[in-house]
Nanobody
Framework: QVQLVESGGGLVQAGGSLRLSCAAS????????MGWFRRAPGKEREFVAA????????YYADSVKGRFTSSRDNAKNTVYLHMNSLKPEDTAVYYC??????????????????WGQGTQVTVSS
């Protein structure tokens, strides 16, 4: 069992930056791949970024590539999403999620076993 709690959301102007954190409970955090998803008003949940358990392999949606970076600190049971050059279209509730390490397609939400409650990110123009 893994419990995930996101933090760091808020209101920021376009072009600004935010860092989201996702703190995990449980001693098996390092055995999970971690993903970030978001849901904008009136839209489906979409993949944002993911990081393998080692922290070396990362994956990004095309819409955020070059602007967002996902990292993790296994000693702190925490995964991060660093968001730069934010745009109004990045406005959404952001969720972190944990998937078994063997799950291959981290951009698909179906394979994630645990989800956080989400944190709101609002980017004003």
């Amino acid at each position: 069992q893994v419990q995930l709690v996101e933090s760091g959301g808020g209101l920021v102007q376009a072009g600004g930056s935010l860092r989201l954190s996702c703190a995990a409970s449980g001693r098996t955090f390092s055995s999970y791949a971690m993903g970030w998803f978001r849901r904008a008003p009136g839209k489906e949940r979409e993949f944002v970024a993911a990081v393998r358990r080692s922290g070396i392999n990362t994956y990004y949606a095309d819409s955020v590539k070059g602007r967002f970076t996902s990292s993790r600190d296994n000693a702190k049971n925490t995964v991060y999403l660093h968001m730069n050059s934010l745009k109004p279209e990045d406005t959404a509730v952001y969720y972190c999620a944990a998937a078994p390490t063997y799950y291959s397609n981290l951009s698909r939400d179906a394979g994630y076993d645990y989800w956080g409650q989400g944190t709101q990110v609002t980017v004003s123009s």
